[in-house]
């Protein structure tokens, strides 16, 4: 069979698992289309949330970021891993407690007032809307290259699929297509992995084959590769820093305290039966997304072997780099670089023109390696390479059979369709519960805001669709965007409505402003007023990451400080909280009383 | 809130701190500010630093959710506040 058909046949099965479980799990009444009924077990729970929570830019990007990266992208698996422990301690279990469907909900009981719960409703369409114009694009990539149809053919079918689980099943519908989704994109995830690392090292568990020596060599892998790419004028892979140490543990920060405080993460644990499962099920989303963060770390040191192995054999032995023959001869290419020319996200420019490769780092700041390139006839780098190759073209880099192909294929899209489906979720409720049922049409039936929330639903897939199509030229700012303000907003004043008697609604949405504006502000002023080019004020503020080297992306962290500080400065000038929020939050403190989740006041 | 109550909180605050000191030590501490120095040392093919920032904190923050979970358990039993 040809590549082409068995990924049809894999792609079409698991979509066929899917629309199968979504007609199975269809959801009959509210509680069950917001919180899958709010009896669902915490290992199923965990396994959702992983699948949830584990979006196309985990499953195609982050290996390729960290391949780029080295050391310094262990931000990304710190960061994205450890907010998890944040989630289990500080907000799962006692959001859950307080009994409400949505995040909003909390906002607004917790700080008895509606406009809190407008800023939060406003903050979770702006982090989720971000959000799914990454899914869609990943959809169409990943349609495009493995199946032969266009980026935009591929979008429809993708929005297609979520329609049809998403607004019939609810959340029910979607808590076990994910759980499906979740198998399909762990196993597609880890099968290359596997046989890479026996191949590189003879250790089929890619997290001890990174650690292990070289296939037939006591030399380690990782020594290795600190060899290999130092010889081509990159950093140490094990020692490479993103800027400087500061700013890789600001950024970490900011990417755990922004995991805690996403909505649609967060929601994940009110449908749960009880306030000690919420607690247990945090712990069995991470054992299920470690299972792809601790193997994302080999693939991306792996791939990266194999990549420059490719295109310079000559960094697999004692021969020089620098050797006139040592370059792979662009015609005698192997065919997957072929196919990912066609795609762009490959790109060959022959600089000095002698017809090979030279892929290597042409702004070293060595002396002694840029006089080595240019007595080589070195004009500079010769090769671009996209970070979403390092896993999507991985099989086909490694020479893996065409079925191992065609699983990526079918998990990328398991990755990407279950975060979308996640994230819809999260923005439909907050229009149909928190605008609609909260502010303008309070005497809405059970029924009809069933209704309302499958027509919010089912406009929000054809917006998200509509931005996969036309994705805004700031699209790949804004995911930073979107940590940016669940960590300056969300976190902070969620963990102050339960940790703190005495906080006040003033000093709540004092703080919130406060974080947002300053993490605006410090975006803006490197990417542009709302990413529009050239309103970019960078100079302004004293040149790019004038605060202390700390980059746009990592001030997430910044602003939730400001908001802390903020928060109980006008706190203590206000006046304080009622006497029956202060009961109230005693109450969400203690597990006894918990009740099934209801949408009612 | 009950004197009782007060202790509740103070338990569930402190097992809180407990996990925290584990959880930034492992990350932040092993894994970016003291990476450098434990690099020094090898764990197989794996410099030290470089496994906790890429390895070791993951496997260190899915052992802390379970025992705080445990730990908290005990607690609300204790106390008897533990759910029906």
């Known amino acids: ?601 | 809130m009950t004197t009782d109550g007060v202790a509740y909180w103070k338990a569930v605050l402190g097992l809180i701190r407990n996990v925290l000191i584990v959880w930034f030590v492992v990350s932040y501490g092993f894994g970016i500010l003291l990476a450098p120095l434990l690099n020094n040392i090898h764990l197989g093919g794996y410099p030290l630093g470089f496994w906790f920032a890429h390895q070791g904190s993951i496997y260190v923050f899915v052992v802390l959710i379970f025992v705080y979970s445990k730990v908290m358990g005990k607690i609300d039993e204790k106390f008897d506040v533990h759910e029906n």
């Open chain 1, 1 to 601: 069979m040809s590549l082409q058909a068995i990924t049809y046949l894999v792609v079409g099965l698991t979509f066929a698992l899917y629309v199968g479980i979504a007609i199975w799990a269809r959801a009959g009444s509210t509680k069950e289309f917001y919180v899958a009924g709010g009896s669902v077990h915490p290992i199923t729970n965990g396994m959702a949330t992983a699948a949830d929570w584990m979006s196309a830019a985990s499953f195609i990007s982050m290996a390729g970021m960290i391949s780029n990266m080295g050391y310094g992208g262990g931000l990304f698996l710190m960061g994205w891993t450890g907010g998890y422990v944040l989630l289990a301690m500080l907000l799962a279990p006692y959001l859950r407690k307080f009994g409400k469907f949505t995040v909003p909900q909390f906002f607004g009981s917790r700080y008895y007032s509606k406009s809190a719960s407008m800023v939060a409703v406003i903050c979770l369409l702006v982090a989720s809307t971000t959000y799914i114009i990454g899914q869609m694009t990943g959809v169409g990539v990943a349609f495009s290259r493995f199946l032969g149809v266009s980026n935009d053919t591929g979008i429809y079918i993708g929005m297609a699929i979520v329609f049809m689980y998403a607004v019939f099943g609810g959340m029910k519908g979607i808590t076990y297509t994910q759980v499906a989704q979740f198998c399909v994109l762990v196993i597609a995830y880890t099968i290359p992995a596997i046989f890479i690392s026996l191949h590189l090292t003879g250790n089929p568990i890619p997290q001890l084959g990174l650690g292990s020596d070289m296939v037939g060599t006591n030399v380690a892998l990782l020594e290795k590769l600190d060899m290999i790419v130092t010889d081509l004028g990159f950093g140490k892979y094990t020692e490479s820093l993103p800027v400087n140490r500061l700013n890789m543990f600001v950024y970490t920060v900011s990417l755990m305290i922004g995991t805690a405080g996403l909505p649609h993460v967060i929601v994940r644990f009110f449908t749960v039966p009880k306030v000690k499962d919420a607690r247990a099920s945090a712990g069995w989303a991470l054992i299920f997304i470690a299972m792809l963060y601790t193997t994302a770390p080999a693939v991306a040191a792996m791939a990266k072997m194999n990549l420059f192995k490719t295109v310079n054999p000559a960094v697999m032995t004692s021969a020089s780099v620098f050797a006139p023959e040592s370059g792979l001869v662009y015609d005698q290419r192997p065919d997957w670089m072929k196919r990912w020319e066609v795609t762009g996200l490959l790109k060959f420019e022959d600089k000095n023109g002698d017809g090979r490769i030279q892929y290597y780092n042409d702004k070293s700041k060595d002396a002694e390696f840029q006089a080595k390139a240019s007595a080589a006839g070195w004009k500079g780098n010769e090769l671009s390479v996209n970070a979403d190759i390092i896993v999507l073209a991985n099989p086909e880099i490694a020479m893996l059979p065409n079925w191992v192909i065609a699983l990526v294929a079918a998990g990328g899209l398991a990755a990407a369709l279950s975060t979308a489906a996640g994230l819809l979720l999260a923005i439909s409720s907050a229009i149909s519960h928190d605008l609609l049922k909260e502010n303008f049409m309070p005497n809405m039936t059970e029924k009809g805001e069933l209704m309302a929330g499958k027509i919010a639903m089912a406009c929000s897939i054809v917006v998200a669709g509509y931005l996969g199509l036309n994705p805004p030229g700031f699209a790949a700012g804004t995911v930073a965007l979107a940590f940016g303000i669940a960590a300056s907003s969300i976190f902070p004043a969620l963990m102050m409505g339960i940790f703190s008697k005495t906080m006040n609604k003033e000093g709540a949405m004092a703080g919130m402003l406060a974080g947002i504006g300053v993490t605006l502000f410090y975006v803006f002023a490197h990417k542009g007023i709302l990413f529009i080019k050239g309103t970019d004020f960078v100079n302004l503020i004293g040149g790019p990451n004038s605060f202390f080297g700390i980059t746009p992306e990592a001030f997430g962290a910044i602003g939730a400080l400001v908001n802390f500080a903020v928060a109980f400065a006008v706190k203590n000038m206000t006046s304080p909280v009622p006497h029956d929020i202060a009961d109230m939050v005693e109450q969400v403190r203690i597990p006894r009383g918990s009740k099934a989740v209801d949408g009612a006041h």
